[in-house]
């Protein structure tokens, strides 16, 4: 099996590698992305122990299950979003169950660095990885968190087509809780309880 990757407009998702160690430990080093994702800072010994040891095998795995049938049960997949024009490592758009929902619902998650945001990438990521969830897995839902504040990734979620669910609070914070539904094939659509989302 070769490196997974998915071409975008302006931007190319590909399976996580060793190589993007140093990049990803300095995204996550940022204060923008620390205030949000704070759970994505650790150490950099930890990064490259979570990447070799968990990570990177989890993705063989999830590639794995995809070309068996899609079945792909809880196993969570990781990308990271490189830049089309100079192959930098710009941000991440990762897929796992989120546990602290009841019941457990597969997640988006996903961040771009501040010198590459409002270019439209964290879209594009976020959009390619649903057509290929619903394409390719047996996934028939999605769900977005993100901080009332994160005025940001509150737009990328609707922009995807993302319905308002609900508030949720995990931890200490209190997060808005959106859905989509699988539907047709166009990346952003879906639907929610039978009601028909337009990208």
Known sequence: MGTFHMECKDIVLREYAVGDLDALYVLTQEPEIMAFLPDWNVPKDTRREWMTRFEIPENRRFLQAVQEGG???ELRLRLGIHSKTTGEFIGWCCTGMKEELSPPIREMVYAVSPL???KGYAA???QGLIRFLFDHTDTAELCALALPHNKASLRVIEKCGFVFWDT???GRETYNYYKLGKTGGTPGAGTIGGREIEP
């Open 124 to 126: 594009q990521a976020v």
């Open 71 to 73: 079945r792909i049960g």
């Open 116 to 118: 590459h945001r409002k």
């Open 168 to 170: 949720v609070e995990i």
